[in-house]
């Protein structure tokens, strides 16, 4: 299988099964001397971990992280760090009728065209316990950015028809972590809960927004064409499974706006970071970074696995109707806020590793500051 690895200089190859033994990353490239450790992965796995609230499937995992190489007395040593998170509550005969029919919105039916053959328990590849990897990676970018006064930070922007209402950034995190839908603002996450439990008693599911939001970015991060790095931010978050959509800044609906209404009127130019009235742009300019916050948000498809009857084939083609069994989400988000953060910070890390070859005054300072 192609496809499991990601980034240029900063590089990851996540591997595992949602019932295999277990789901892991190796990154390579990551720089020597960063603080790290077993307890900030962790922190960052709990967030998407499985069986917390009765609005994620039932499955109970502790996804306890073991960090296996490319660590010295709590700091990065630059040599590949492997980390692995082993499964605990495979109950894989809860999917063994599925092995016969193609489930509605899975990649049940794309995985036998193309390989002819799939692991049904639970999805393989496609589960959503691929993204166990993605978050511990995500974990360790998250500290190199930390080192450069960068930090990514993302939330459920709306869940169905319901919206978080807009709030400081001072309490963002604070609000969004008292809410078991990472939702920030009560009212919003109430509603949203509200909204859930009617969809729920319908045997049904939910989709909603991820918002993230990049602060401290420095400007002129990206390469133009093929290489942008909104180009590289929609890759990273559309290769999240259930990701329907990606948009940075005012994303579609600048395209119902004018000129005049849609372009960032420039106030100045401080410290190398250009100072606009708006942020329509969404901290990116012909595909490099301009200082001012990224803004990004990913549309996240209803669960497809849900319990209301619904009609499929069988492989042979013949018509049959399924009710879905086993364990899953009701909804995708609240446990999918933390991947997004994290496909985030791998592209912003890899692209300031990346930025550092490209001008040569820079490169002589660097050289000469080591020659002294």
């Given at each position: 299988?192609?496809?499991?690895?990601?980034?240029?200089?900063?590089?990851?190859?996540?591997?595992?099964?949602?019932?295999?033994?277990?789901?892991?990353?190796?990154?390579?490239?990551?720089?020597?001397?960063?603080?790290?450790?077993?307890?900030?992965?962790?922190?960052?796995?709990?967030?998407?971990?499985?069986?917390?609230?009765?609005?994620?499937?039932?499955?109970?995992?502790?996804?306890?992280?073991?960090?296996?190489?490319?660590?010295?007395?709590?700091?990065?040593?630059?040599?590949?760090?492997?980390?692995?998170?082993?499964?605990?509550?495979?109950?894989?005969?809860?999917?063994?009728?599925?092995?016969?029919?193609?489930?509605?919105?899975?990649?049940?039916?794309?995985?036998?065209?193309?390989?002819?053959?799939?692991?049904?328990?639970?999805?393989?590849?496609?589960?959503?316990?691929?993204?166990?990897?993605?978050?511990?990676?995500?974990?360790?970018?998250?500290?190199?950015?930390?080192?450069?006064?960068?930090?990514?930070?993302?939330?459920?922007?709306?869940?169905?028809?319901?919206?978080?209402?807009?709030?400081?950034?001072?309490?963002?995190?604070?609000?969004?972590?008292?809410?078991?839908?990472?939702?920030?603002?009560?009212?919003?996450?109430?509603?949203?809960?509200?909204?859930?439990?009617?969809?729920?008693?319908?045997?049904?599911?939910?989709?909603?927004?991820?918002?993230?939001?990049?602060?401290?970015?420095?400007?002129?991060?990206?390469?133009?064409?093929?290489?942008?790095?909104?180009?590289?931010?929609?890759?990273?978050?559309?290769?999240?499974?259930?990701?329907?959509?990606?948009?940075?800044?005012?994303?579609?609906?600048?395209?119902?706006?004018?000129?005049?209404?849609?372009?960032?009127?420039?106030?100045?130019?401080?410290?190398?970071?250009?100072?606009?009235?708006?942020?329509?742009?969404?901290?990116?300019?012909?595909?490099?970074?301009?200082g001012s916050d990224i803004v990004l948000r990913a549309a996240v498809k209803p669960t497809p696995s849900i319990f209301k009857e619904q009609q499929t084939v069988l492989r042979d083609g013949s018509p049959v109707?399924?009710?879905?069994?086993?364990?899953?989400?009701?909804?995708?988000?609240?446990?999918?806020?933390?991947?997004?953060?994290?496909?985030?910070?791998?592209?912003?890390?890899?692209?300031?590793?990346?930025?550092?070859?490209?001008?040569?005054?820079?490169?002589?300072?660097?050289?000469?500051?080591?020659?002294?």
């Open positions: 299988m192609a496809g499991s690895s990601f980034g240029t200089i900063f590089k990851i190859t996540t591997w595992g099964e949602s019932h295999g033994d277990g789901i892991g990353v190796v990154v390579d490239g990551c720089p020597a001397g960063i603080k790290f450790d077993e307890e900030l992965v962790q922190a960052y796995l709990n967030r998407r971990k499985p069986g917390q609230t009765r609005y994620s499937t039932p499955r109970k995992e502790n996804d306890s992280v073991k960090i296996n190489s490319g660590l010295f007395e709590g700091r990065t040593t630059g040599t590949p760090i492997s980390m692995a998170v082993y499964n605990e509550t495979q109950r894989s005969a809860d999917y063994s009728e599925i092995a016969g029919y193609y489930r509605p919105g899975h990649a049940d039916f794309t995985y036998d065209a193309k390989y002819g053959f799939r692991d049904y328990r639970g999805g393989g590849r496609s589960s959503g316990r691929e993204t166990i990897g993605r978050v511990a990676a995500g974990a360790l970018a998250c500290a190199f950015l930390k080192e450069l006064g960068i930090t990514v930070t993302a939330y459920t922007k709306s869940i169905g028809p319901i919206q978080a209402s807009p709030t400081s950034r001072d309490t963002l995190i604070e609000k969004r972590d008292a809410s078991p839908l990472f939702m920030p603002g009560k009212d919003a996450s109430d509603a949203a809960e509200e909204y859930l439990n009617n969809t729920m008693k319908q045997f049904d599911s939910a989709g909603g927004i991820i918002e993230c939001i990049v602060s401290g970015m420095p400007a002129g991060i990206g390469d133009p064409v093929f290489e942008k790095l909104d180009a590289a931010l929609a890759k990273a978050v559309f290769s999240i499974g259930a990701v329907k959509g990606v948009e940075i800044g005012a994303g579609f609906s600048c395209a119902g706006a004018t000129g005049s209404e849609n372009n960032d009127a420039f106030l100045d130019i401080r410290d190398g970071h250009a100072h606009k009235a708006t942020n329509h742009a969404g901290g990116i300019l012909g595909g490099i970074s301009d109707s399924v009710q879905v069994k086993g364990r899953h989400d009701p909804v995708i988000v609240p446990r999918a806020v933390v991947v997004v953060e994290a496909m985030t910070a791998l592209v912003i890390a890899d692209a300031l590793l990346v930025n550092m070859g490209a001008r040569m005054d820079r490169i002589r300072e660097f050289y000469s500051f080591c020659r002294r």
